[in-house]
């Protein structure tokens, strides 16, 4: 097999979606397979499958309830992998998502911080997958990012996980690695090399000890320093130095994600003054994603992980730059080419001028035309991305999209898969704090990375 295997979607009998679910189970190109986002779901009769479930009588004593959840959803993902070519052992990078809230309809309006009334459920579902998940994972683990969102899309569930894992035929060997400079206590790999690329996990402003480090704490008693700033600048300091520590080049970082609470949404302005710094020219993609919270440190603003490109591996990097789409904002590419994948900044239904056409949400709101309108402008600017960077949107491979309202779940559904018809990418589903989308007006954004095949 060679570093730059086609796309194929495959199918798998016991941990597959119904047909009104856009996702595959698993997809894979490259030398890797991308899981969806998983859940222990019985997405045929409604509830959790089986084996999550505990006893209605006796919930407190037959068995952990975010344990069994765990079990299952890495049992979903252990099936999934080994009809790919793939396993657990092979994962170099694992996402997982915790929900806020457990209910369904609309969430009450406004913004209220999470930290003061939902930080311990947090750390349970948090200390308990962990604990879950070295039942599965035992050494060498994928670099990791784990947020809470506000919701997910089934109620009853504690936890959601991704992967990208090393197809077993790849020829390339996965390294993972440690660094004193940012030493978690998860017990995730901080960094994983694997052919073409690095990825970190996500880093959070913190020394793991008393909190904010020293670096990212600005006065308190007077008015001066951005406390966003300060997180985001310490943080990046600290990928930095591991990456490099690894053998990258902090100029080949081809793709950042940064996870913000939304006061750290607020501070996009400032957040960009400190991007232009690390990168005055020819800056990453990068994807901005609303989370209720930063795990591991609390009243956190800021996460981040990145990717990086290795080019004595095959991981080249290429700015991919088109006029047929809208032009970046923020201080970022519109996507970056690298081996054999192309990664793209976040994507909204925007306009040019920002705030999507809202006539259709003020005068037909019920209708949720806006929401298909959105979605639709999504796909127009990420098939001219990919037209420019030599592939197409339908050879996408993973999509995690950020919704501001789950009510508009049915509405996305509908919508998303109108591209994809050599078969859907492995996506995820995730409800973010309303109004805090990137560009206000926006219903949703879509982080998407897409197979360039061998030409």
Not at 185 to 208: K, M, N, R, W
Not at 342 to 347: H, I, R, T, V, Y
Request: hydrophobic share 40%; proline share 8%; glycine share 8%.
């Amino acid at each position: 097999m060679t570093q730059n295997s086609p796309r194929v979607v495959h199918d798998v009998p016991d941990a597959s979606f119904p047909d009104w679910y856009p996702s595959s189970p698993v997809v894979t190109a490259g030398p890797f397979a991308f899981t969806a986002s998983m859940s222990a779901t019985d997405f045929d009769n409604g509830g959790l499958a089986e084996a999550a479930q505990v006893e209605p009588g006796l919930p407190l004593h037959r068995g952990h309830p975010v344990k069994k959840q765990v079990r299952e959803v890495y049992r979903r993902l252990d099936s999934a992998l080994t009809v790919a070519g793939s396993s657990l052992e092979q994962g170099v990078c694992i996402n997982q998502w915790q929900p806020t809230f457990h209910t369904d309809g609309h969430l009450e309006p406004g913004w209220t911080p999470r930290y003061q009334t939902h930080w311990e459920d947090w750390r349970f579902v948090a200390h308990s997958y962990i604990q879950g998940r070295d039942e599965f994972l035992l050494s060498d683990r994928p670099a990791s990012c784990l947020l809470p969102v506000e919701r997910l899309v089934a109620t009853d569930t504690h936890v959601e996980i991704q992967l990208i894992s090393l197809l077993d035929g790849s020829g390339i060997e996965k390294r993972a690695y440690a660094h004193d400079v940012h030493s978690p206590l998860g017990g995730y790999s901080v960094g994983v090399e694997s052919g073409p690329y690095l990825f970190s996990a996500g880093f959070i402003p913190t020394d793991f000890e008393s909190g904010l480090h020293p670096n990212a704490r600005v006065p308190q008693h007077i008015w001066y320093g951005n406390q966003v700033a300060a997180e985001t600048d310490e943080t990046l300091r600290q990928i930095r130095i591991t990456m490099e520590a690894a053998g990258g080049d902090w100029r080949d970082v081809i793709k950042v994600v940064i996870y913000l609470t939304p006061e750290g949404v607020r501070q996009l302005p400032a957040i960009d003054e400190v991007w232009a710094r690390h990168w005055p020219t020819d800056p990453p993609a990068r994807t901005v994603v609303p989370v209720s919270g930063i795990g591991g440190v609390k009243g956190g603003n800021v996460e981040i992980y990145v990717v990086v490109a290795r080019p004595g591996h095959g991981g080249d990097r290429h700015i991919i730059r088109t006029d047929n789409a809208l032009a970046p904002i923020g201080h970022q590419a519109q996507a970056v080419r690298s081996g054999p994948l192309l990664f793209l900044s976040a994507q909204l239904g925007r306009t040019a001028s920002g705030a999507p056409d809202g006539a259709f949400a003020r005068s037909l709101p019920h209708t949720r035309r806006h929401i298909v309108d959105q979605v639709r402008r999504i796909h127009e600017d990420v098939a001219a991305i990919c037209e420019a960077a030599g592939t197409s949107i339908e050879n996408a491979v993973r999509a995690d999209l950020f919704l501001s309202d789950l009510e508009d779940l049915p509405t996305v559904f509908q919508a998303w898969p109108e591209p994809f018809t050599n078969g859907l990418p492995a996506a995820g589903f995730y409800e973010v704090p309303r109004d805090f989308q990137e560009v206000p007006g926006c219903a949703l954004s879509v982080d998407l990375i897409v197979h360039i095949p061998e030409q």
